[in-house]
């Protein structure tokens, strides 16, 4: 009887040792499926935090390699300069046509390419230009110098007879000197015709934007692509040249950025443009301005003309924006540019963020720029060829070279070119400087506001609606900005 009443109270121990080890296992293992549920709650916290959700702009995404130096789609399209089946060859003429072409490189090569395409509508031999010595630049570089003429010449001979200087008997003959009008049709030049009546010569005495840029013929329009992108090659040492510094660019890096930092003293005092400069540099500007006596505007509120997207983007304003599209600090940066207002100081405030900041100098030997020295045409000219070769370009400023280059970009295959939103981007930098936005807040507006400023593919934009008569022509997109669709074309069909 004792036994049995032992036998009892030892299964009851057991079974107690049994209920609490049990409840010891379930309450562990409720433990073990807290701390991994607890994990995942702070990896979901953690991945929403700092990863973008289906919610937000695809902008906001980490941007990768493609994303970042890719060029958009082509969509397809290509150059298409042939000529027409209507279009006829050119045939001799007794009427010619002399020029003098102005301003800076850029804005002679786009006139010289109009003057070809003026002659051919006047039947006229064209002269080969001569071009601006008494620019800002004081350049006494010649067209030979310059520009492969030769080349010129050859290569458009089915379109325009070209001379390289008038015939003997005709240097002292009276000559019609004609300022032709800017932006003008195919009806403007048929009047022009008149003065072959009167005069064997006309004079031309500026070339820049002697051509509308829309509603001309087609053939024109392809004429105009062919003087400028096939014909008008520059002269073999600025070739030869240019090709070097491009594989020595690509020899310290894969890819690099040709920035075209318009921050020269002459562009600062033409726009009246002083933020971030201090009262003595604003002052050396202002009588710059005062005593250039063919800029016609001398009082410029420099805020206003900031916060209405006219200044050129600073050193310091470049930096920023590139590292918000997501470029890493190891990016290669080419200047495309002249003398910097400021110098090496000013620059420090883009090198800082990105330390592999180049010039040309930095690239040249001595004795291979000893022949570009005082020929400032010569040494854009080399800017223009490692811009244009560049894997991403990007203008601070609007000009003749922006446009230039942002033109021929699209015509060898819309090449990744950003053009800046100077007015979006201004709210954007004084928020950042008055704390009242982060960085990633920043990098999220910088990348919406030019996800469809890359240099993709469109059509050439026409002048702001409400505006009429000719003053409408002056504010159309430049044919040498955007030649689509006349000489880009979707398929060899078109090019007919």
């Not at 932006?183 to 005069?199: K, L, P, R």
């Not at 800082?352 to 030997?365: A, C, G």
């Not at 910088?446 to 934009?461: D, E, F, I, M, S």
């Amino acid at each position: 009887m004792g036994n049995h009443r032992q036998s009892r109270k030892a299964k009851r121990s057991h079974s107690a040792i049994s209920i609490s080890l049990y409840i010891v296992i379930i309450f562990l293992f409720s433990i073990f499926i807290f701390i991994i549920y607890s994990r995942d709650i702070l990896l979901d916290h953690q991945q929403t935090h700092f990863q973008t959700d289906k919610d937000q702009p695809k902008s906001e995404k980490m941007f990768n390699d493609v994303q970042i130096w890719g060029p958009p789609s082509g969509k397809g399209l290509h150059p298409c300069v042939k000529p027409t089946t209507k279009y006829k060859a050119a045939q001799v003429s007794d009427h010619y046509m002399t020029v003098k072409s102005n301003g800076g490189l850029n804005q002679m090569r786009t006139g010289i390419a109009d003057m070809v395409a003026v002659a051919r509508i006047l039947n006229a031999t064209l002269i080969i230009p001569q071009l601006d010595k008494r620019s800002f630049w004081k350049d006494t570089s010649t067209f030979s110098d310059i520009f492969d003429e030769i080349h010129f010449i050859e290569s458009l001979k089915e379109d325009v007879r070209i001379l390289k200087e008038l015939p003997k008997e005709l240097e002292s003959a009276p000559r019609g000197r004609k300022h032709f009008s800017s932006w003008a049709a195919m009806s403007y030049y048929e009047e022009i015709t008149q003065m072959w009546n009167e005069y064997q010569v006309i004079h031309v005495a500026k070339s820049d934007s002697r051509l509308a840029n829309n509603g001309l013929p087609l053939d024109i329009q392809r004429l105009r692509c062919r003087a400028l992108y096939q014909s008008l090659r520059f002269s073999p040492p600025i070739e030869n040249l240019g090709k070097k510094l491009v594989k020595r660019l690509r020899s310290r890096a894969k890819r690099y950025v040709a920035l075209h930092l318009r921050y020269e003293k002459d562009m600062l005092s033409f726009t009246g443009c002083t933020h971030g400069l201090d009262v003595s540099e604003a002052e050396e500007l202002k009588v710059m301005r005062e005593n250039t006596n063919h800029w016609k505007v001398k009082d410029i509120n420099s805020t206003d003309q900031r916060i209405n997207g006219l200044c050129p983007l600073t050193p310091k304003e470049v930096g920023v924006f590139l590292k918000a599209l997501g470029y890493p600090p190891s990016t290669l940066i080419y200047i495309a540019a002249g003398e910097i207002y400021g110098g090496n100081t000013r620059l420090s405030d883009l090198a800082s963020r990105f330390p592999n900041v180049i010039v040309k100098e930095m690239l040249v030997t001595e004795e291979e720029m000893k022949s570009f020295y005082d020929h400032a045409s010569q040494t854009a000219a080399l800017d223009y060829i490692i811009s244009i070769e560049s894997d991403v370009f990007l203008p601070s400023h609007s000009g003749n070279m922006a446009i230039a280059v942002e033109g021929h970009r699209r015509f060898l295959g819309h090449r990744k070119t950003i053009t800046p939103d100077r007015k979006g981007l201004v709210e954007i930098f004084d928020n950042l400087e008055a704390g009242k936005l982060d960085e990633p807040m920043v990098s999220h507006f910088v990348r919406q506001l030019h996800k469809n400023r890359q240099g993709a593919p469109r059509k050439r934009g026409e002048a702001p609606s409400g505006i009429r008569g000719r003053a409408r022509l002056r504010l159309e997109e430049s044919f040498y900005q955007n030649p689509y669709p006349e000489c880009i074309c979707g398929s060899n069909r078109e090019e007919r």
